[in-house]
């Protein structure tokens, strides 16, 4: 919910630049349609846009307090999943709660433990705290990264904003590619934490808090997944798997905005449902939950199955939400709506996007806020769980690579000569694949199977998870619709992460979750295979583009045509064009799916004047 931003200069006068925090605020207007506010004092300048979700007026942001040594000020976005927990911490410790927002907890939280405040928030939240006591700014996002939090730092000064369009707003910044990074904008899922495409321009990594003063920029992980033992068989793994899910729907579901929920009909978003739906019925016998779902025009022609998507989702979402006795919403999307809506879903990134995966779910977002402030989703559970194919695929497990990259060719090897000798995507692929090897918390005595599944987990969560959540988070924010994951508690992680394979697995893909909720679940979405995230099936958006992906390599007018080997591109695509590519894609892509990234990088390139050069 909401955005955030902020300046802080250590060698001017920010006071007399509130023209400037004020443009940098307004940026974030879709994120917080209900509030706004500016905070300025010589060296650091905060402000904030406020969407209300918890049924009473918006409460003022950034917050101040004044202390003999200076002012502590702080703004911040998402929520504190256990801020119950977190007052009474306070209170015990001689804290003054008064009207206990988050805001106000953040506050007394950090003057009572500085920045050990981490180890005692749940949720997913960013956060921003200039200490005038120091003169030290604190910027922190949440474990899994479900909210955003940028920074771009420059001589003497720093720029920080929920998106990157609050720091373009800022004329310190300067728009462009660093070509180095050519491979994670033609793979997004590559991308490391806090990595951007733009030059200069950082994500505050997930689970990290960062620092800076007179003295510079600094970094610290306060989260970090571990390797023990599992103690537990089967059914009380199971049982406590469904333990954490209640406490942790129910947590989220703690607020008088209109709520909602996706729901496809698979387990993940049906057994979010159901459980939301049995936490409401607890509160309030007659309440009710509002369900919604795509479907695309074309649907109803003979359908193209393939191994990551098998079927549609509208039947068996309907049938599941009959089932659940939710009020449920179909909405009906066709070629010409998603191709109306990419432009606004790259302004909802300023970043280049995923096409018509963007504008799906845009188009869905866009019905739900109709009806609704705040929404649940099933997202991440195939990463928590184990629920794409590749996890049951030991030809693909055994490969030195990412699993999930499949055997395709890929849009980097494409690129001049040379692009390629400075890129080197080869080597820029197996130094972040080992960097990432590198990282994956061990257990001590474990057999190779386990310790490889562990490591394809470790995998899933970094890249193919935050290019998810991205996606939700934009698309749901540009429309002032908050968005709540779940999956993404980090207690349900610390706990699924330790059960053995064989346990997750057991009865089948995603078994241990099915377990878990078999008595609360239709039959028919126990027993559905699992089906990723719909895209349409058009012709006409394939050919849209190939013919767009032709112009960008070839014509003397495009500012990416020198990026790439004319000759060799136009052979990729002449093979997609007479459906020759017999490759399994990342995503479970389409062959002219492949093309999107280099469209949308063209057309990110162009209306952003991102320099290229």
Known sequence: MSGLVGWIDLQRDLSRHGDVVHAMTERMRNRGPDGKGTWLSPHAALGHRELATSGVPAHEQPLCVETNAGPVTATHIGRFD??????RDIESAGGIVRNGTDTELLLHAFLLWGTDLLDRVHGGF????????????????DRLGVKPLYYFAYPGGLLFGSEPKAIMANPHFEARLDLHALPIVLQPRLAMPGETPLAGLHEVPPAHVLTYSQAGLSH?????????????????????VRELLEEIIGRQLSTAAPMGAMLS?????????????QALGHRAPDSDLATYCVRFENDAEPFVATELRPDVDAPYASAAAEFLGTRHTTLSATTHDLLEVIPETRRARDLPGWGQFDASMYLLFQRMRRDCTVALTGEAADEVFGGYPYFF????????RFPWLGDGPKLVDFLSPELTALVKPEEDERERYAQLLARVPRLPGEDAENARMREVFFLGLAGPLSVILDRK??????????VRVPFCDHRLLEYVWNVPWQLKCTGGVKGLLKAAMADVLPQATLQRKKSAYPHVQHSEYDRMLIRQASWIVNDSQ????????????????????????????????????????????????????????
């Open 473 to 482: 988070e934009r698309m749901s924010m540009a429309l002032g619709l908050d």
């Open 126 to 141: 960013a956060f921003a705290i200039w200490d005038g006591r120091t003169r030290q700014l604190f910027l922190a996002r």
């Open 220 to 240: 610290r992980r306060y989260w970090e997944l571990t390797s023990h033992p599992h103690p537990h068989s089967f059914e009380k793994t199971a049982r406590h």
């Open 265 to 277: 009909g698979g387990i993940d978003s049906t057994s979010v449902a159901a459980l939301a739906m």
């Open 558 to 613: 495009s500012r990416l045509a020198w990026m790439f080997d004319t000759e060799r591109f136009n052979e990729l695509i002449r093979r997609i064009s007479a459906n020759e590519l017999n490759s399994e894609l990342p995503g479970g892509s389409n062959q002219a799916g492949l093309l999107i990234q280099l469209v949308e990088m063209h057309n990110w390139v162009d209306e952003y004047q991102v320099s290229v050069r």
């Open 82 to 87: 256990n801020a119950d927990e977190l007052r």
């Open 393 to 400: 695929k030991p030809e693909v497990l055994q490969r030195n």
